[in-house]
């Protein structure tokens, strides 16, 4: 969509439409919180603003219509007009998304004006982890804390978040800067940890590489699901789509390399199985082929390429579980392509995930495709800081108080629950009792996303981006953003903090800005970015880092393979994220991919293993690992690796809110304590299991046909 | 007077409506899924009712094809084609579903007295049906879009190619006194595909996208063979 | 067996009631009337009992129907894809019944075979009730029932119409008009009947048989008039059924959905319907005769014409399978087969195998062979076939709708206590109708053997 209808879209109720950028904005300022009084019953209005259901950071516009509150005043029911929010589509000026949006933006919606949010600040009566709340006071809540701020060590002050660089990561850094605390810190569960740390090792990058998917020809992803979830969902699926069928004379080819056939396996040309922990000898199997066989990686230093050439080839083909012919041909291609590129990640988390993220990158390096079109390109900058991963166990072992926002611990490491226990006081800003929040103390409820004030600095894009919401319809409940509790807090410590808003972040670009001329000066600026949704410009281009070389190691699994014969796979899935999609129903009966199940996550097993243990569809079943058992209905997905069992991760709350809760099981919840060896996250995909039937069952599926058969004749 | 305030309407006779879904670019990601429940009022359906009852009236069939290794899986959106013969039109006793002159298979819901013959009569199966009224736990029903009914027990539903962003372009467009123009209207479905792999618009205007995929050698139609003359076209994957 | 009554058959009725051959044609005559008529005056112990077990049953299936209206269709089992269930069933099922009456008692009128007589009234009445519980299905399935009339062509003030080229319509007018036809045709032969009830009767009961007689008095001229008005209407209501079962037939034939479009299943849906109706026509004799004590009325002799029907029946309805299932295998369509498969090996196959043997193998065994055709297997035989095509009508709807043709929209189907109790209160309405129906009418028409003996 151009910028003209866009702006045509984003106007009042008078009609007061904006011009494009070269001209002076218009006289008539849109207001950004709309007064419940000027919604016109019937007239749509857009608003830009941020997703945050993941950390890609999509820009949004949000359709806003007149709606009836029903509210309780003085004991009567009363329908009170509000500006409520009915729809969320992508915001067609953000690079990021581009005018699209997947399914957990659009089920967004649902989180806003989902029944079981938190009206109001609370605060713990029963024991940790009953949830038993009671409602609180924001002062007393904001008093009780700064008063415990002022006593506790600021060493011992934890704040554990998500790797999400926004205003608001950049006022809380501020708000523990003041406090003389250590910066936040990310669980390290579906945070990307290891990428960023592959990126660092190979390139000297701080942040995620940048995959220029859409010029390239021929594309290899191996581990990871881009399709699927990974790094930016809709700016991928963007890229992919331009790949296939957005060039008149190119069609890309794609070959996915993964331990599933996971939605990028979907859509790719040829999915290739790679065996748990085969990533990296893929990677160094094709590595090799490219140097040996076609000749490539000439002008790489001997140091990056030793480890592809310092192996014995048919071993290492023998353990990727892929066969040699197409561990060849995969080669072939990418020799034989204009624009090659490889995508490297691990959708899994191994033991030796940063090696094989490294190996596979590198052949990046290899194929010459860095810093060009097509190839992989150096991750944005961000003006915020993005927390980065520490171990959670050890920081909550030091903690005499953890503030907890943005993520839930508890349901990515259940392991955690006794250092979290032993924490004096907890602190959530969730805004729905989740895991975390039923062991603290205080919970203190954030407004939701589509209420809030930020600017995110999305995870990947295409260049320098900041992408904003303003605040345009009044909070449903008495929830407080983030920002303001802390500054509330720092206020009574005597020691006054700034927020970070999205506007001071437009102000601050200003400064930089190459068509500065067209504005009066920042402030003008910082409007006419937030009534667009945010700022974006092409990215400074990067000269080709020397990389660095990989370090290899071997995947280590944990149980013994006599004990435990089968691999345990959890994977996170496009519905569920990191399992804060299971609050919303649209996601819970949304069809998993795989298996077509609703408002349940399966173990998906091979046929093979089913026949075994006489498993059919929607049987339940125990799995069991060194770290305990769990049960689950099962799936027998034809397209399973033998041996290897696959859960998407999701299910398994106790908490968050009626269609989350008491459904399903949580697969981290039975993931060996085994670490990646680089970052010291955790390997969740390190575990091995058995299995064994605990009764028989029915699955609840959408589509119960797995094939389209020939009918069988007589 | 009404012919010239209303020559956009006049013409719109003449709109045929189409909508291309290129399964080279889509990834079965279900976006459009979630994007049609979102914009079409439809009711979650209790998870003990789910399997026979949920109403995606946008779904991904998804088969899997070949045996390990050498596994893939096939998947097409698949929503209800708007056929031009729709065999679901001529067996409803009260006319609560016909051809609307623009190509839309139009359901009239209060119309309907739920006998379900057409959800019968549709090969692709692609009509749902309200088996209970439908309900919203308070305060969700603050995102009900104004613009689509909420269907009471006893009707069928199916989807409509987002009719009323249709209508709503159609005034548009007559308020400024032209046609809809290619790009004017996107049905929730097509606005929200990532990989863009969903295209709407009028087949009637040869130079709309639609107009020029739908002439491609890729496309090709769902059950053509029992002549139903669907107006979904479906790009085939390239090899 | 010989088929001509010999006095050897009155020695089966009890002892106290016939002591001798009766020789004058009045006493005859008023044996025949005390026979008929003792049962409208008397209501013993088991009637009751019976009575009100039915009521007890439809009571129960009109809570359930309650339940539906309140709650939606979905208090039944009935979910996408298979839409339609035990209600389309039934429905088929029931009408399929009605041919009982008007086909065999049309049939033999107009060839005036003389057996006939014990069982002409009987069999119409079984039309007429089971075309009301028939008729009361396309009601009970709709998701808006209470908004059924919309399905009736009446003049309103948005000029809307129902659609004509719905099966559905021409459904709702066969049945309107099988249903006003047969209630003519069972009260046509009934008026002799009534007009002599009429003089027995006293106080309201004989007021209304009076007026219903509509001054009957038997003279020559109302005799002809009578005569030709049943010969007239058993020409038409002939002409209807055939042309009313085909009507149902084509809410099949005429869908898309693979083996419902098949040519054959108007021809196949009356043979259907004749079969399953001389089957409910057996069981409802059967039971009229041991009940009422009706043995000397309702000889060996018409069970064993009424079995030579069923058998013939038989042959025909599994020419017709037979013939509609080898096309479609030799054609072998993909959706097709994917149906037929469902049926024969599938999650059908027992339900499918069963109607087999309800249907042809144990008619054909137990009414072919002639040494093991007794009144008891000939029962039993109906009561096979009913079953059998009950599962026949099963086998047509819920097979096709659970396979549709796209692969992935496939189903299943399981009944819901609701449509279980709605079902099991039509059989007991049926029940419960012809117990009342024979307090108030003599279930043999009287006439019909005082007539013969005048003429």
């Given amino acids: 969509m151009e910028r003209r209808s866009f702006f045509k879209m984003v106007g009042t109720a008078s009609g007061a439409a904006l011009t494009g950028a070269c001209g002076k904005p218009a006289a008539e300022l849109l207001p950004i919180l709309v007064p419940e009084e000027q919604i016109v019953p019937g007239v749509e209005e857009w608003h830009p603003s941020v997703c945050r259901e993941c950390t890609a950071g999509c820009g949004v516009i949000v359709r806003v219509m007149e709606a009836h509150h029903k509210l309780e005043r003085d004991g009567e029911s009363v329908l009170h007009p509000i500006a409520a929010i009915k729809k969320v589509e992508g915001n067609p000026l953000d690079p990021v998304s581009g005018g699209r949006l997947c399914g957990r933006g659009q089920a967004s919606v649902q989180r806003l004006y989902h029944p079981d949010r938190l009206r109001g600040p609370k605060k713990r009566t029963g024991d940790r982890g009953a949830a038993e709340l009671s409602d609180a006071d924001w002062d007393e809540a904001h008093e009780t804390l700064a008063s415990l701020l002022r006593q506790i060590d600021p060493a011992r002050i934890v704040w554990l978040t ?51 998917i859409q010029d390239a020809d021929f594309v290899l992803s191996l581990g990871a699901d881009f399709l699927g979830g990974w790094t930016s969902p809709v700016l991928y699926a963007r890229r992919f789509g331009h790949f296939r069928q957005g060039r008149p004379q190119t069609r890309g080819t794609l070959i996915h390399a993964e331990s599933r056939l996971s939605q990028t396996g979907w859509a790719a040309d040829r999915w290739l199985p790679v065996a748990p922990g085969g990533e990296q000898d893929l990677a160094v199997a094709i590595g090799n082929l490219l140097i040996e066989e076609h000749g490539l990686g000439k002008d790489v230093g001997e140091a990056f390429r030793a480890p592809y050439t310092n192996i014995d080839l048919a071993a290492t083909i023998a353990a990727t579980g892929v066969s040699a012919l197409r561990v060849r041909e995969t080669a072939a291609q990418l020799a034989a392509a204009n624009a090659p590129l490889v995508v490297a990640g691990a959708s899994i988390v191994r033991t030796n995930s940063v090696a094989a993220v490294g190996a596979a990158s590198g052949l990046n390096v290899l194929l010459g495709n860095v810093g060009k079109p097509g190839g992989v390109k150096a991750p944005t900058t961000s003006p915020f800081p993005r927390p980065k991963f520490s171990d959670p166990q050890a920081r909550l072992e030091e903690a005499e108080i953890v503030f907890v926002e943005g993520v ?31 062991f603290a103390d205080w919970v203190l409820p954030d407004h939701d996303a589509l209420e809030s004030a930020a600017a995110v600095v999305p995870e990947v894009a295409p260049g320098a981006a900041l992408t904003g919401a ?245 | 007077m009404a012919e010239e305030t209303n020559t956009a309407l006049t013409e719109s006779a003449q709109y045929r409506w189409a909508l291309a879904i290129d399964l080279d670019r889509c990834t079965g990601c279900e976006a459009c899924v979630v994007a049609c429940h979102a914009e079409n009022n439809i009711p979650v359906t209790p998870e003990s009712e789910a399997a026979a009852s949920t109403k995606h009236w946008l779904r991904i069939d998804r088969y899997y094809e070949g045996e390990f290794p050498d596994i893939k899986m096939k998947y097409r959106p698949v929503m209800c084609q708007q056929c031009d013969q729709a065999p679901c039109e001529p067996v409803c006793p009260v006319y609560a579903t016909y051809q609307n002159g623009e190509g ?80 004017d209207i996107e049905t929730a479905c097509s606005q929200s595909c990532p990989a863009e792999a969903m295209i709407f618009g009028d087949l009637s205007d040869s130079e709309s996208k639609i107009s020029k995929l739908a002439a491609q050698g890729r496309a090709t139609q769902l059950l053509d063979e029992l002549g139903t003359q669907p107006r979904v076209f479906y790009l085939e994957r390239a090899k | 067996m010989s088929s001509e009554p010999s006095p050897e058959c009155f020695t089966w009725s009890e002892p106290s009631k016939m002591t001798k ?62 839409y339609w269930g035990f209600y389309i069933i039934n429905f088929v099922f029931w009408i399929g019944i009605s041919h009982a009456g008007t086909l065999i008692s049309a049939i033999l009128r107009l060839t005036d075979a003389g057996w006939r007589k014990p069982v002409t009234r009987a069999a119409e009445a079984i039309t007429v009730f ?12 709709l998701g808006r029932a209470w908004l059924f009339y919309w399905l009736i062509p009446y003049p309103n003030e948005r000029l809307l119409w129902a659609n004509f080229r719905s099966p559905l319509l021409w459904d709702m007018t066969a049945i309107f008009t099988y249903v006003t036809g047969s209630l003519l045709y069972l009260y046509l032969p009934m008026i002799p009947d009534l007009a002599m009830m009429g003089r027995r009767f006293g106080g309201l009961r004989g007021k209304i048989y009076r007026a219903l007689a509509i001054g009957w008095r038997g003279s020559d001229r109302q005799w002809h008039a009578l005569e030709f008005a049943m010969k007239l209407m058993a020409a038409i209501i002939l002409a209807v059924a055939v042309s009313v079962h085909s009507v149902v037939a084509f809410d099949f034939s005429m869908a898309v959905a693979p083996m419902w479009h098949s040519t054959i299943f108007a021809p ?97 065994v137990l009414l072919g062979i002639k040494k093991l055709r007794t009144i008891p297997t000939i029962i039993f035989s109906s009561c096979t076939v009913l079953l059998g095509m009950w599962l026949e009508r099963f086998l047509i709807v819920v097979p096709t709708l659970a396979n549709p043709p796209l692969a992935a929209a496939a189903g299943s189907y399981s009944p819901s206590w609701v449509e279980l109790a709605i079902t099991a209160g039509t059989f007991a309405a049926m029940i419960l109708l012809y117990l009342i129906f024979t307090r108030l009418v003599p279930i043999i028409a009287i006439w019909e053997y005082e007539h013969e003996t005048i003429s």
């Fill in chain 1, 408 to 438: 839930d611990p508890l349901y990515l490491q259940p392991a955690l629950k006794d250092a979290l226990a032993g924490v004096e006081t907890v602190v959530s800003f969730a805004s729905m009792v989740d895991e975390t929040a039923a």
């Fill in chain 1, 470 to 714: 303003a605040s345009f319809v009044r909070p449903l409940y008495d929830t407080r953003p983030v920002e303001e509790t802390l500054s509330e807090i720092a206020k009574r410590l005597e020691k006054g903090i700034d927020h970070v808003t999205a506007h001071s972040a437009y102000e601050d670009t200003f400064a930089a800005l190459d068509e500065k001329d067209e504005w009066d000066g920042p402030l003008e600026f910082a409007d006419y970015a937030e009534r667009q949704g945010g700022w974006w410009s092409d990215a400074a281009s990067s000269s080709a880092p020397e990389a660095g070389a990989t370090v290899l190691e071997a995947a280590r699994f944990e149980g013994s393979e006599s004990d435990y014969p089968l691999t345990f796979q959890p994977y996170f899935s496009s519905r569920f994220g990191d399992g804060s999609g299971a609050a919303l129903p649209w996601l819970q009966e949304t069809p998993d991919p795989t298996s077509s199940a609703m408002w349940e996550a399966p173990m998906e097993i091979d046929p093979g293993t089913a026949a075994a243990a006489q498993a059919s569809n929607g049987d339940l079943f125990r799995i069991e690992t060194s770290a305990g058992s769990i049960q689950a209905p099962v799936y027998v997905n034809p397209a399973a690796i033998p041996g290897v069992v696959s859960m998407a991760i999701g299910q398994g709350h106790q908490h968050l809110g009626r269609d989350a809760s008491g459904r399903g099981t949580n697969p981290l919840a039975v993931v060996a304590e085994a670490a990646e060896s680089q970052t010291g996250v955790l390997a969740f995909g390190a575990t091995r299991c058995r299995l064994s039937k605990a009764g028989d069952g029915t699955l609840r599926q959408f589509s119960i046909v797995d094939r389209e058969t020939e009918p069988v004749r007589l």
């Fill in chain 3, 130 to 141: 089971a075309l009301m519980i028939g008729g009361l299905f396309p009601i009970i399935h």
């Fill in chain 2, 104 to 183: 839309l298979n139009v359901q009239v819901y209060n119309r309907c007295v739920g006998t379900r013959y057409c959800a019968n009569n549709c090969p692709y199966t692609v009509r749902f049906f309200n088996w209970f009224e439908p309900e919203w736990p308070e305060p969700l029903e603050l995102q009900l879009n104004p613009d689509v009914s909420v269907r009471p027990a006893g009707v069928m539903e199916k989807c409509t190619f987002c009719i009323q962003r249709i209508q709503r372009g159609k005034l548009d467009a007559s308020e400024e006194d032209r046609r809809v123009e290619d790009g």
């Fill in chain 3, 268 to 364: 196949y849906f009356v043979a259907g319907a004749i079969f399953s109706g001389i089957a409910a026509l057996v069981i409802a004799l059967a039971s009229l005769r041991k009940f009422l004590r009706l043995e000397a009325y309702l000889k060996p002799m018409h069970f064993h014409n009424l079995s030579k029907l069923l058998l013939l029946m038989s042959i025909v309805w599994a020419y017709f399978t037979v013939s509609d299932h080898l096309t479609a295998w030799y054609g072998g369509d993909p959706l097709d087969m994917r149906v037929f498969n469902a049926r024969e090996h599938g999650p059908f196959a027992f339900w499918f195998w069963l109607m087999v043997v309800c249907n042809f193998v144990v008619p054909f």
């Fill in chain 1, 162 to 212: 998500r790797a999400e660089s926004s205003s608001r990561s950049a006022t809380v850094a501020r708000f523990l800067d003041a406090l003389g605390a250590s910066a936040a810190t990310t669980v390290g569960v579906n945070d990307f940890s290891v990428e960023r740390a592959a990126a660092k090792a190979l390139y000297g990058w701080d942040g995620l590489p940048v995959y220029e």
């Fill in chain 3, 21 to 82: 051959i009766e020789h004058t044609v009045e006493a005859a005559n008023a044996r025949l009337r005390q026979d008929m008529l003792a049962p409208l005056t008397r209501f013993s112990g088991p009637y009751w009992i019976a009575a009100s077990l039915c009521l007890v049953v439809i009571a129960f299936a009109g809570f359930a129907w309650a339940n539906q209206l309140a709650y939606g269709i979905g208090a039944a089992g009935i979910r996408r894809p298979v």
